[in-house]
């Protein structure tokens, strides 16, 4: 790993490949006063990001009673974090080509999994990139929901 | 990958490589009603979690208000999952063994890094280590504090 700080435009590039990964895995962090924080597998979809848990998992009552996710990409050293809301709770029998896309990026289909799920579809508002030291200057590529860069 | 799940003491036992491991990150989720995570070096030190942090960055002002981190260490196909307790805030300057258990196991040293940082030392309270679906059973390995393997 070099020490050159990427440009703005590299970094909102990185983060995009890591939204379209397939089977891109992350960290969701909510809250309901106490911290919760789990691995979950995303897709993203019209400028989304698609988690699929169920209703009444902590992450799911958590963010339809508060709204707000923080979720970490990539690993500790090569860092995305994003600060998202809940735009649309979508019942998995009901999610059309949203749907579509989460089984088709990832190694499940959660319309699979029972009435039971669904899922969430957050927008990002803030998001930060950084791998290293050099970099934590400019690590802000989109605010207010817009990107930056 | 193997499906063959790890017993209880093996799962253990990979937990605590990871805790001693150099340089060991960790995904770090704390609240102040909205989520908060961030990624910090930890070490493991008289069988506390020990943070380096500012004391008036979001994770010291929420874990000093709450006193509760949840703390993901591996990837998010090798997790461990800790909840944990604020037992006590040390100034770096004041921070004798345990800070030089933490510049022994990483690579800074937060005592260099000036009257504003702080170690947070965190008492496990329950751990959860899986790898995949099989081993989600069994993924209990401490709860209240005491290790049930």
Redesign the interface.
Known sequence: MTDEPRSGPERKADVLAKLNAPVA???V???D???????L?LAWFGERVLLATASKSPTGR?LTR?G?????LG???D?V?IDAVLDETIPVGESGAAGEAYAEQNDWDPRTAGSGYVFLALRPERIRAWRNESEISGSLVMRDGVWLV
């Open positions: 895995d992350a960290w962090a909510t809250a006063g106490d911290p919760y924080l789990v691995p597998t958590n508060s707000r996710a923080r979720i970490a690993d500790t050293r860092v974090l």
